[in-house]
């Protein structure tokens, strides 16, 4: 039986659907959200909106005012205890005179962590564990880039029944419906970054921008990365118009041609030199730590299925898997695959995942896939009843 009441559940859960609200804002921060209540009843609320502004818990104070003096503070993350753009949150917390702090989870940031200590040994009663999974879930992308400075990776693709991405003449718009189409969007207006191959850039010839909805204006567009070995795109792609998405990485051989690169980097683009793998591929987990050293805290692959490849198989970095199955079938020895590549010897060698989810979008099948060594704190349900049980 749950320790906390249906009220208290209910606060933090407006907590999270508060803090939510930052998805696609707030990077390299975290999602929060928090809620102030007395006598049973939320009287100020608050989430944080971007880099540089109020954090939850100080616009929910500043909304409350006097009357935080003795209310309950109801917090998806452990209020902050560090000088930033922005001050310490435990601090005006106690300032303000809160009775008492209810959060999910400990900040494993050092940077910041800590104010549950400052709390306590303030006077102001501490609990911990509320809806511990829920916020856990919420904050992926920070906790991972957080704890291993990697940025949490995506994996977004689809096929047909029988697999296949394209026809053998490589005509593949669109395979899904515009349900699953759209939910796409919806993730890469919501990462830091999209990387997609040297293939489906020349073929597609992609925005690779965020348009929910079919709407290309938002707050901000996320990186574009394309892998370019040796640098033989053509220069006329989208992916290097400014006025279609955000800045673009080219992800490049050490031996690619220095002409191009300089030319790249006059047009205002970045140009990274990645190491290879024993199979000849660029190293997605050399890439993957030059990006999270940029604090990219998020990235969705969108591949075809030489990426897929590298991604899944030769260098595992999916933490999270997207997989559309639409109702036709293509068929074909030329029609490539969902996953491509020298592919494995002996079943022994096939990468596991686990299957979290089943659904629809629209008539197309969707499969919520976690890799095997996809990101994870070990979030049993052991571990979350001890998280949950936690008292300072």
Same mark, same amino acid.
């Given at each position: 039986?749950?320790r906390?009441?249906?009220k208290?559940l209910?606060?933090?859960?407006e907590?999270?659907?508060?803090?939510?609200?930052?998805l696609?804002?707030?990077?390299?921060n975290?999602?929060?959200?928090?809620?102030?209540?007395k006598?049973?009843r !939320?009287? %100020?609320? @608050?989430?944080h909106q971007?880099? +540089?502004q109020?954090? #939850? /818990?100080v616009?929910? =104070?500043?909304?409350?005012?006097?009357k935080?003096q003795g209310?309950?503070l109801?917090?998806?993350?452990?209020?902050?205890?560090?000088?930033?753009r922005t001050?310490p949150?435990?601090e005006a917390?106690?300032?303000?005179?809160?009775?008492?702090?209810?959060?999910?989870?400990n900040?494993?940031?050092?940077?910041a962590?800590?104010?549950?200590?400052i !709390?306590? %040994?303030? @006077?102001v009663?501490?609990?911990? +564990?509320?809806m511990? #999974? /829920?916020a856990?879930? =919420?904050?992926?992308?920070?906790?991972?880039?957080a704890?291993?400075?990697?940025p949490?990776?995506?994996?977004k693709?689809?096929?047909?029944l029988?697999?296949?991405i394209?026809t053998?003449?490589?005509d593949?718009?669109?395979?899904?419906?515009k349900?699953?189409?759209?939910?796409?969007?919806i993730?890469?207006?919501a990462?830091?970054?999209?990387?997609i191959g040297?293939?489906?850039?020349f073929?597609?010839?992609?925005?690779?921008? #965020?348009r929910p909805w079919?709407?290309?204006?938002?707050h901000?567009?996320?990186?574009?990365?394309?892998?370019?070995?040796?640098l033989?795109?053509?220069?006329?792609?989208?992916?290097?118009?400014?006025?279609?998405g955000?800045?673009?990485?080219v992800a490049?051989a050490e031996?690619?041609?220095?002409?191009?690169?300089?030319?790249l980097?006059?047009m205002?683009?970045?140009?990274?030199?990645?190491?290879?793998?024993?199979?000849?591929?660029?190293?997605?987990?050399d890439l993957?730590?030059?990006l999270?050293?940029?604090?990219?805290?998020?990235?969705?692959i969108?591949?075809?299925?030489?990426?897929a490849?590298?991604?899944?198989?030769?260098e595992?970095?999916?933490?999270l898997g997207?997989?559309?199955?639409?109702?036709?079938?293509?068929?074909g020895?030329?029609?490539?695959?969902?996953?491509?590549?020298?592919?494995?010897?002996?079943?022994?060698?096939?990468?596991?995942?686990?299957?979290?989810?089943i659904?629809?979008?629209?008539?197309d099948?969707?499969?919520v896939i976690?890799p095997?060594?996809?990101f994870?704190?070990?979030?049993?349900?052991?571990?979350?009843?001890?998280?949950s049980?936690g008292?300072?």
């Open positions: 039986m749950s906390w009441t249906p208290q209910g606060f933090m859960k907590a999270i659907r508060l803090a939510r609200r930052g696609g804002l707030v990077s390299p975290p999602l929060v959200g928090a809620v102030l209540a006598n049973n !939320l009287i %100020a609320a @608050g989430w971007g880099p +540089g109020a954090h #939850a /818990e616009m929910a =104070l500043a909304e409350a005012g006097r935080a209310a309950e109801y917090v998806n993350l452990e209020p902050c205890a560090h000088y930033g001050g949150c435990a917390i106690v300032q303000a005179g809160v009775k008492k702090v209810y959060y999910a989870i900040d494993p940031n050092p940077l962590a800590g104010g549950a200590q !709390l306590a %040994a303030q @006077g009663e501490v609990d911990r +564990g509320l511990a #999974a /829920e856990w879930e =919420l904050n992926q992308f920070f906790l991972k880039w704890t291993t400075k990697l949490f990776v995506i994996l693709t689809a096929a047909s029988d697999g296949k394209a053998r003449l490589g593949s718009r669109w395979i899904t419906d349900p699953a189409r759209n939910f796409g969007h993730i890469r207006a990462v830091d970054a999209i990387l040297r293939n489906t850039a073929k597609d010839d992609p925005e690779l921008s #965020a079919g709407k290309r204006k938002m901000r567009q996320p990186w574009r990365v394309v892998l370019d070995p040796h033989k795109l053509p220069l006329t792609l989208k992916i290097y118009n400014p006025d279609f955000g800045p673009t990485v490049c031996d690619a041609s220095p002409e191009t690169r300089e030319n980097t006059a205002g683009h970045q140009v990274w030199t990645v190491a290879k793998t024993a199979s000849g591929l660029l190293s997605l987990k993957m730590k030059q999270g050293a940029a604090n990219i805290q998020s990235i969705l969108e591949p075809g299925a030489t990426l490849f590298s991604a899944l198989v030769d595992p970095v999916v933490d997207h997989i559309f199955l639409a109702p036709i079938i293509i068929g020895r030329d029609s490539p695959s969902l996953v491509g590549g020298l592919g494995i010897e002996s079943l022994t060698q096939a990468q596991g995942a686990d299957i979290l989810k659904g629809r979008k629209g008539p099948i969707h499969l976690r095997a060594g996809g994870s704190p070990q979030m049993t349900s052991a571990a979350l009843k001890e998280e049980e008292k300072i």
